[in-house]
């Protein structure tokens, strides 16, 4: 593995590329001194930015380079992140903001339902399951809280498509319970009361998907 670039060292070899706006994958890795799989693992995780054309943007490197770099060393990355498959990086994009906090660097896919927990392998990883949030979030707050606080937060940013809490609801249980014997595991009624308890009714999020 290369050695990690230093800030300043990066923004000198920016400056000699002429500070172009955007730069290629292999550019990039040169700059921050890693390999093109690294920068790709850091854009699908949202750490850098790319334009239309698929080019990583200069500004989102030095920013990168400048806190430091690596902030996930010590949850996987350094040896090599899994990207994420095209479904799960697709609805990724549709958000750009931790829903919890709002920060807006560092989003991970947080999964409601346990893998451990899915009746079948490989289900617990649908959409009605994903929940974004930063890592301070994912770590500290998600940990400790129950599903019907976190199916809250998820009716209110991503309804999945769905035009009823009840189907939406119908379809989380069945990850973990796909013959529906404890429908009444979380209620539609639980989530509404946490909702109430979250947020204020009349404040709109703006950063939400219906």
């Given at each position: 593995?290369?050695?990690r670039t230093?800030?300043?060292?990066?923004?000198?070899?920016?400056?000699?590329?002429?500070?172009?706006?955007?730069?290629?994958?292999?550019?990039?890795a040169?700059?921050?001194g890693?390999?093109?799989?690294?920068?790709?693992?850091?854009?699908?995780?949202?750490?850098?930015?790319?334009?239309d054309?698929?080019?990583?943007?200069?500004?989102?490197?030095m920013?990168?380079?400048?806190?430091?770099?690596d902030?996930?060393?010590?949850r996987?990355?350094?040896?090599?992140?899994?990207?994420?498959?095209?479904?799960?990086g697709?609805?990724?994009?549709?958000?750009?903001?931790c829903?919890?906090c709002?920060?807006?660097?560092?989003?991970?896919i947080?999964?409601?339902?346990?893998?451990?927990?899915?009746?079948?392998?490989?289900?617990?990883?649908?959409?009605e399951n994903?929940?974004?949030?930063c890592?301070?979030?994912?770590?500290?707050?998600l940990a400790?809280?129950?599903?019907?606080e976190?199916?809250?937060?998820?009716?209110?940013?991503?309804?999945c498509?769905w035009?009823?809490l009840d189907?939406?609801?119908?379809?989380?249980?069945?990850?973990?319970?796909?013959h529906m014997?404890?429908?009444?595991?979380?209620?539609?009624?639980d989530?509404?009361?946490?909702?109430v308890?979250l947020?204020?009714?009349?404040?709109?999020?703006?950063?939400?998907?219906?």
């Amino acid at each position: 593995m290369a050695q990690r670039t230093r800030p300043a060292d990066a923004v000198g070899r920016l400056a000699k590329m002429h500070a172009h706006e955007s730069i290629t994958v292999e550019d990039a890795a040169h700059l921050i001194g890693r390999t093109p799989d690294y920068v790709r693992a850091l854009v699908a995780n949202c750490l850098l930015g790319v334009d239309d054309n698929g080019m990583v943007e200069s500004a989102s490197v030095m920013r990168y380079c400048r806190q430091g770099g690596d902030p996930y060393k010590t949850r996987g990355l350094e040896v090599g992140l899994r990207l994420p498959e095209p479904e799960i990086g697709a609805w990724r994009s549709l958000f750009d903001k931790c829903w919890m906090c709002g920060r807006k660097v560092y989003l991970e896919i947080h999964h409601i339902e346990r893998r451990s927990q899915a009746a079948r392998r490989g289900e617990y990883d649908i959409e009605e399951n994903w929940f974004l949030a930063c890592e301070r979030c994912h770590s500290m707050s998600l940990a400790t809280m129950a599903h019907r606080e976190q199916l809250a937060y998820k009716w209110r940013f991503d309804k999945c498509g769905w035009e009823t809490l009840d189907e939406f609801l119908e379809r989380w249980l069945r990850i973990r319970d796909p013959h529906m014997r404890a429908p009444e595991r979380v209620t539609d009624e639980d989530i509404l009361s946490s909702y109430v308890e979250l947020f204020d009714w009349e404040h709109e999020p703006g950063w939400y998907r219906e």
